[in-house]
């Protein structure tokens, strides 16, 4: 197999543009708070999910898009910004119709409101006002603004009041403006207490509310004319000259103590908020009023997350939430009691979460800190979390005097505080921590451990390695789709061990003879495996191609798709969110088909099929934890690996593709110009049936 990569297809497609398609997938996120078969607690969330979704568009995509607009001659680029604000704010309103028009009063229906002071009673109003007077006043310092009083520093995505004021000031001054910053260690929602409520109900009032409420008591002997909530977005990329750096750790440290005062990208003001004071944040911003979001309802609907916590279900009527599901430990491949070193010397071990539990792999780790004949263990860590048993475990693996080599990726973009946090403790026990290579950052899952055992001929080393399409995180994965991958294959851990080697040293090495890895070989190598099923569809053979990623938008990547379809190789892509390649095209994309699958956990795991031939030898899978971009090829330290046994093959296919390709019930397909379409309602959810069949087991 050549790693030539084949030259563009004569016909070329004109591709999706990649922020509208995010903007599409929070449509789909959005969708799912209007089913009626999710629990309506549920429903509150999917609602917060997209806010924290578009804030986070807005902190880094939009960002770029704006920068890039910015740029001399970027009329193309300024226009696509135009349409790009265009349909956020389209969608941001269609966002809280949904919150207001049909989730809160559906929940209302069961007793759980949210009550604002014109609803509250006399009870409830004598609650909130000791409330405010005893949390929440003391805590509030306005700012009235006037030369000497500059307008404060306001942080990303807080909440804050800009004011007008009548009447004069203590000094006899006419300052008409001020600011109320809110500080971000109160809640956001607050939970009447149940004698203040009609029986069987739970009220909520949002903190926002409580200082609306009682706003004039913070300017006595002024006149409260106007006011409003806003929120500020920033750019919340952290810049870094990494090549201008003795020690990222500490530049990164420095950084993050301004990222929270980044350029400003978009304001939100509530929708009652006056013309004259919108304006004036638009100005002292330096927005235009493209960038302003003027929201029916509170500024921030992530923090309605507190509500969801506190509500719990109604004695009488339906359960609001999902029912728990307890993720199965695999018994049949990896019984509890047993050493998990002689397991795996038997054979290889698949995982599947969230329906199988990631407790295996703290206990594969835990089992390497207690056992005194491991001698080495070596981990990358991109997003692990502020606590971390893993990380806790490296920790004990150091102290016991064990040699720990942690690659910790610092810029997994908002888990860099952690990351810095983690590297520094691991550094006080000895551990050795490098922060992967400058320029890429490691977004590879790798997990090695090394430890010296009898044989008939004397001592020898041997290794173990965990492999994984998603994080070092026991609390995602019991959220995110993910396939993990435990071995103690020789050519699978010495590849293994020898990234790691290379990650630490520098030292150009041969690329690995099992593992493809980027930026290195994993991208031509893709593009020359797509290559194959093109000729074998040329040649009348049969020609497949299943692809799940999170997105698809590596430009020479859709080329070979492309040319691979239009010999006529059958092509299915399920991709969770943004996706370049529009499908159904007439002669350019017929033969291929997209489809985007949102449910109740978040699809994430990466899986590439091919089939060339009719024998069991022409076909290939691999598992990946790189998404088809043009950062993960080329831009980031990952990985892909093959799975060769053929029934762990044929379980991947059964598991992780065949049942999201007959999804009738939560899939959606691409559409050639960029819309998707619910395939149904009512019919088969792959997630469901998963959660039924390991159940089971």
């Known amino acids: 197999m050549s790693d030539v990569i084949p030259s563009a297809p004569a016909l070329r497609v004109p591709l999706l543009n990649r922020e509208r398609s995010i903007l599409e997938f929070n449509r789909r996120v959005l969708a799912q708070a209007l089913r009626a078969d999710v629990p309506l607690l549920e429903r509150l969330r999917y609602v917060t999910i997209v806010s924290s979704n578009l804030d986070e568009f807005f902190e880094v995509r939009f960002a770029d898009a704006l920068e890039a607009a910015r740029m001399p001659g970027a009329g193309d680029a300024l226009r696509e910004l135009t349409v790009i604000s265009v349909e956020a704010h389209a969608l941001i309103d269609e966002q809280y119709a949904v919150f207001n028009e049909q989730v809160m009063p559906s929940l209302g229906l069961h007793g759980i409101r949210v009550v604002n002071h014109a609803e509250r009673t006399q009870a409830q109003r004598e609650w909130v006002a000791r409330f405010f007077e005893r949390e929440v006043r003391p805590l509030l310092v306005p700012v009235g603004l006037d030369p000497a009083h500059p307008f404060p520093q306001v942080a990303n995505k807080s909440l804050n009041f800009i004011v007008q004021l009548g009447g004069r000031n203590a000094f006899g001054r006419e300052n008409t403006i001020a600011i109320v910053k809110v500080p ?399 499908p159904g095209i007439e002669g350019l994309t017929n033969n291929i088909r997209v489809r985007s699958v949102v449910g109740r956990f978040l699809e994430h795991s990466r899986i590439v099929y091919l089939r060339w031939g009719e024998s069991d030898d022409d076909e290939a899978l691999f598992l990946s934890s790189a998404d088809w971009m043009v950062r993960n090829m080329l831009r980031r330290i990952e990985l892909a690996w093959p799975i060769r046994d053929p029934a762990m093959r044929q379980r991947v296919i059964d598991e992780c593709l065949v049942p999201y390709l007959h999804d009738t019930r939560d899939a959606w397909l691409l559409q050639s110009n960029g819309k998707y379409e619910r395939i149904g309602s009512d019919g088969v959810s792959a997630q469901q049936a998963l959660m039924a069949r390991f159940r089971s087991k």
């Open 184 to 582: 971000r260690v109160l809640p956001r929602v607050i939970k009447l207490p149940e004698n203040c409520c009609p029986k069987g109900e739970q009220h909520f009032v949002l903190l926002s509310s409580v200082i609306r409420a009682h706003l004039a008591e913070l300017f006595p002997g002024r006149i409260v004319e106007s006011f409003s909530q806003f929120r500020v977005t920033r750019d919340s990329e952290l810049e870094v000259d990494e090549d201008d750096v003795r020690n990222l750790r500490q530049a990164l440290r420095r950084g993050l103590t301004t990222r929270h005062y980044g350029r400003a990208i978009r304001l939100e003001v509530v929708n009652t908020c006056p013309e004259a004071l919108w304006r004036l944040l638009l100005a002292q911003f330096d927005l235009p009023e493209a960038a302003l979001h003027r929201v029916n309802g509170p500024v921030n609907l992530v923090r309605l997350n507190e509500l969801i916590d506190q509500a719990t279900d109604p004695q009488h009527g339906p359960v609001l939430r999902f029912a728990p599901y307890e993720a199965s430990w695999p018994l049949g491949r990896l019984p509890r009691t047993s050493s998990m070193f002689e397991r795996l010397r038997e054979n290889d071990v698949l995982l599947h979460h969230p329906f199988e539990s990631f407790e295996p792999v703290v206990a594969f780790l835990r089992e390497a800190v207690q056992d005194p004949d491991v001698l080495a263990i070596k981990q990358t860590i991109y997003r692990t979390g502020e606590k971390s048993v893993l990380m806790d475990l490296l920790i004990e693996a150091a102290r016991r005097g064990k040699e720990v080599m942690a690659v910790v990726e610092l810029k997994a973009r908002f888990d860099e505080e952690a990351n810095i946090n983690w590297a520094e403790r691991l550094e006080a026990v000895g551990a050795q921590v490098v922060y992967g290579i400058v320029g890429l950052k490691t977004h590879a899952k790798l997990l090695l451990v090394t430890r010296r055992e009898a044989t008939p001929r004397g001592p020898r080393l041997r290794r173990y390695v965990h492999l994984s399409t998603g994080n070092y995180n026991p609390k995602t994965a019991r959220l995110y789709t993910d396939v993990g991958y435990l071995s103690a294959d020789d050519g699978i851990t010495s590849d293994a061990d020898q990234i790691f080697q290379q990650i630490a040293s520098l030292t150009r090495m041969k690329p690995p003879r099992h593992l493809m890895t980027a930026p290195f070989v994993l991208h031509k190598r893709l593009i020359a495996h797509i290559a194959q099923v093109r000729d074998a569809a040329r040649a009348g053979k049969p020609a497949r191609i299943v692809v799940k990623v999170n997105a698809l938008t590596d430009g020479a990547l859709i080329d070979a798709l492309v040319e691979a379809g239009q010999a006529g190789a059958s092509i299915d892509l399920i991709v969770r969110g943004a996706c370049s390649l529009p």
